[in-house]
């Protein structure tokens, strides 16, 4: 079974250029979450997919973010104008569950994509 | 949302038991403990989950004492590849969580 693909793995772009960062989830996986790691911060939560909406996105940092996941299935993250600042590694997870407790916690990660603006 | 606290990084050699703990002491009634493994240049991996007592798996033992305000993840004999960075995360049962990630314990086996 195939893991979770984010696409490309390294992206380097000029500061106010467009990246679109992609990931495929664990095919039949309802639901798909971004994190990113800024340089020398903690991983930190940007949205929460169900299926195709939006169940939280309370960690997007701005609105130069952007999320979509048509069709429920692969979902992209779109950064426009990007900034140095958005400069770090994105990760995608998806869980077949909802990640409560009680063992349906277990999230599968994806390699990330490193983002680099100069 | 329980704050975890965890050392910074740890060294140990092949072969070794490495034991790792958690502090949570505002973990609530009704939260889970769990841990995640980062490799370099991956994303993390879910290691093991426990509520009380003990849980073991093929990876790893989880030790969560009566009052649960701390675990510890002990990993048996551990080898070069064990190099990573583990998470002690804190989550509920209720609703939809995310994972909350805090600095980690960057572990580092030598030969």
């Known amino acids: 079974e195939a893991g979770v693909t984010q696409f490309p793995s390294h992206s380097v772009i000029e500061k106010g250029q467009t990246v679109t960062l992609r990931c495929d989830p664990i095919?039949?996986?309802?639901?798909l979450y971004w994190y990113r790691r800024v340089m020398g911060k903690e991983i930190k939560f940007l949205l929460h997919?169900?299926?195709?909406?939006?169940?939280?996105e309370s960690g997007m940092p701005n609105n130069r973010f952007l999320a979509e996941r048509t069709g429920g299935t692969y979902s992209t993250l779109k950064v426009q104008p990007a900034e140095l600042e958005d400069s770090g590694v994105y990760f995608c997870?998806?869980?077949?569950?909802?990640?409560?407790?009680?063992?349906?916690?277990?999230?599968?990660f994806g390699q990330g994509t490193r983002l680099t603006v100069v | 949302l329980a704050k975890t606290t965890q050392p910074i990084s740890m060294d140990s050699y092949e072969g070794q038991e490495v034991n790792i703990t958690c502090s949570h002491n505002?973990?609530?009634?009704?939260?889970?403990i769990t841990w995640y493994q980062q490799f370099p240049s991956q994303g993390p991996r879910f290691i093991i989950q426990?509520?009380?007592t003990k849980v073991t798996n093929e990876v790893a033992s989880l030790f969560i004492p009566a009052d649960r305000k701390s675990s510890t993840l002990s990993l048996p004999r551990v080898s070069l590849s064990d190099t990573a960075v583990y998470y002690c995360?804190?989550?509920?049962?209720?609703?939809?969580?995310?994972?909350?990630f805090g600095t980690g314990t960057r572990l580092l086996v030598s030969p």
């Open positions: 997870a998806s869980s077949l569950f909802a990640l409560t407790g009680a063992g349906n916690t277990e999230a599968f």
């Open positions: 095919s039949g996986h309802d639901n």
């Open positions: 997919f169900v299926k195709e909406s939006k169940q939280d």
């Open positions: 505002n973990i609530a009634t009704n939260d889970y």
């Open positions: 426990g509520y009380k």
């Open positions: 995360l804190v989550e509920g049962n209720t609703g939809f969580q995310k994972l909350v």
